[in-house]
């Protein structure tokens, strides 16, 4: 049984989504510090035919303050207008507007909530089942290094075999888990493609564009498009 970890990003590119869909348990890293700068609370649409960040503003955010001390700011209004206009003519526009309005009008604005939301209720909409929590719930060590963080963590959740991000590589050492009883894996995505409203296709955009643009069924097939290494 696998698991993986990752701190909670604002309806993410296709890679974070298939890093929860390898992973038996996903755990959203909530409990240390925000990233400014990074993609907790931003991403990329197609808007007409570039790729288009939004952004919904964190009060008071800064890197000595952990996610879930933060709140998403409420007006989400203008950016509601950005996705309606850039997608209105979408296939799948009807459907998967209101899922983003769900997300980004929820009362509850706590930054690890919303962003976990926009994770979560992708994988309901496409009938995936998955199993969530949050690392401020967990009774891990946090006084380890990152690698025994997650070491811990995986003690704490029984499971022996971790998946990380790509980007891991440079951080974590496969021996080195494996010497404290867990195995390491990392997730690297295959080529996709689909057909967008561009006359170039561009990747890595937010997992909006994905949906709005693909059939559940093309959704489910993109997110095994990976390999662990």
Same mark, same amino acid.
Request: aromatic share 14%.
């Given at each position: 049984?696998?698991? #993986?970890?990752?701190?909670?990003?604002?309806?993410?590119? $296709?890679?974070?989504?298939?890093?929860?869909?390898? #992973?038996?348990?996903?755990?959203?890293? @909530?409990?240390?510090?925000?990233?400014?700068?990074?993609?907790?609370?931003?991403?990329?649409?197609?808007?007409?035919?570039? #790729?288009?960040?939004?952004?919904?503003?964190?009060?008071?955010?800064?890197?000595?303050?952990?996610?879930? !001390?933060?709140?998403?700011?409420?007006?989400?209004? %203008?950016?509601?207008?950005?996705? !309606?206009?850039?997608?209105?003519?979408?296939?799948?526009?009807?459907?998967? =507007?209101? $899922?983003?309005?769900?997300? $980004? /009008? @929820?009362?509850?604005?706590?930054?690890?909530?919303i962003c976990a939301k926009s994770i979560s209720l992708v994988f309901d909409?496409?009938?995936?089942?998955? @199993?969530? /929590?949050?690392?401020?719930?967990?009774?891990?060590?946090?006084? $380890?290094?990152?690698?025994? %963080?997650?070491?811990?963590?995986?003690?704490?959740?029984?499971?022996?075999?971790?998946?990380?991000?790509?980007?891991? %590589?440079?951080?974590?050492?496969?021996?080195? =888990?494996?010497?404290?009883?867990?195995?390491?894996?990392?997730?690297?995505? !295959?080529?996709?493609?689909?057909?967008?409203?561009? @006359?170039?296709?561009?990747?890595?955009?937010?997992?909006?564009?994905?949906?709005?643009?693909?059939?559940?069924?093309?959704?489910?097939?993109?997110?095994?498009?990976?390999?662990?290494?």
């Amino acid at each position: 049984m696998s698991f #993986a970890v990752m701190q909670p990003y604002l309806f993410p590119y $296709l890679g974070y989504y298939q890093l929860v869909h390898a #992973a038996n348990k996903f755990v959203f890293y @909530d409990d240390v510090t925000f990233i400014k700068g990074g993609y907790i609370n931003r991403n990329n649409i197609l808007a007409n035919g570039k #790729a288009q960040r939004f952004t919904v503003p964190v009060p008071g955010m800064s890197s000595n303050t952990l996610i879930n !001390e933060l709140s998403f700011d409420n007006n989400v209004k %203008k950016i509601l207008k950005t996705i !309606e206009q850039s997608y209105k003519k979408s296939p799948n526009f009807a459907n998967v =507007f209101p $899922l983003i309005e769900s997300v $980004l /009008c @929820d009362d509850n604005r706590s930054v690890e909530y919303i962003c976990a939301k926009s994770i979560s209720l992708v994988f309901d909409y496409l009938s995936i089942a998955k @199993d969530f /929590c949050f690392s401020s719930a967990l009774e891990y060590n946090r006084d $380890l290094s990152a690698a025994d %963080k997650l070491i811990s963590m995986a003690g704490v959740l029984k499971l022996n075999c971790y998946i990380n991000s790509p980007g891991g %590589k440079s951080l974590y050492n496969k021996d080195y =888990f494996s010497n404290k009883g867990v195995d390491l894996f990392f997730i690297e995505m !295959e080529y996709y493609e689909y057909k967008q409203n561009s @006359d170039r296709f561009i990747p890595h955009l937010s997992m909006i564009d994905i949906l709005m643009h693909n059939s559940k069924a093309d959704v489910i097939d993109m997110l095994t498009k990976y390999k662990l290494v």
